[in-house]
């Protein structure tokens, strides 16, 4: 029988797996930072490696995190969302940045959105910083970044 603390880890771990917009293995900081409050669990996961936990109210799985919220959820017979099968997240690649700044220019009304030139330059600078989504169902259009 497992622990109240076990329990409560284990769910943490699935929660944030299931709640997850990237599945790109060896990058936890290009995922969706997952805000939690039980402090005595982040920190149980962190000193395990399935997290990383910066000190602040976000964190992120580590791939043996992951790995054993998939465990999990495969024993509770819980099914991973479509949304990784239908959208790829990916790091931006120069060719891409035209999609992007039509996307900000989409988004955002004129005096709020980023100018091309300064957008084209962020992502220049600062790739790491930005994940393109690309529809496979729609011949791997940009839908979002």
């Not at 479509?82 to 955002?108: A, H, M, N, T, W």
């Not at 100018?115 to 220049?124: F, L, N, Q, S």
Request: glycine share 4%; with cysteine; proline share 6%.
């Amino acid at each position: 029988m497992r622990t109240r603390e076990e329990a409560i880890d284990d769910m943490i771990l699935a929660l944030m797996y299931l709640t997850r917009f990237n599945d790109g293995e060896g990058r936890p900081f290009n995922e969706l930072a997952w805000k939690n409050y039980d402090f005595d669990a982040m920190d149980r996961l962190d000193k395990e490696d399935l997290i990383i936990n910066p000190k602040n109210k976000y964190a992120y799985l580590t791939e043996k995190g992951r790995e054993r919220a998939r465990r999990m959820l495969s024993e509770l017979d819980v099914k991973e969302p479509g949304i990784y099968k239908r959208f790829e997240f990916c790091e931006i690649k120069p060719e891409l940045s035209d999609e992007v700044v039509k996307i900000e220019q989409i988004c955002f009304p004129p005096n709020e959105a980023c100018t091309p030139e300064h957008m084209k330059a962020r992502i220049k600078v600062a790739p790491d910083l930005f994940l393109v989504i690309k529809d496979r169902e729609n011949d791997g259009k940009i839908v979002g970044f």
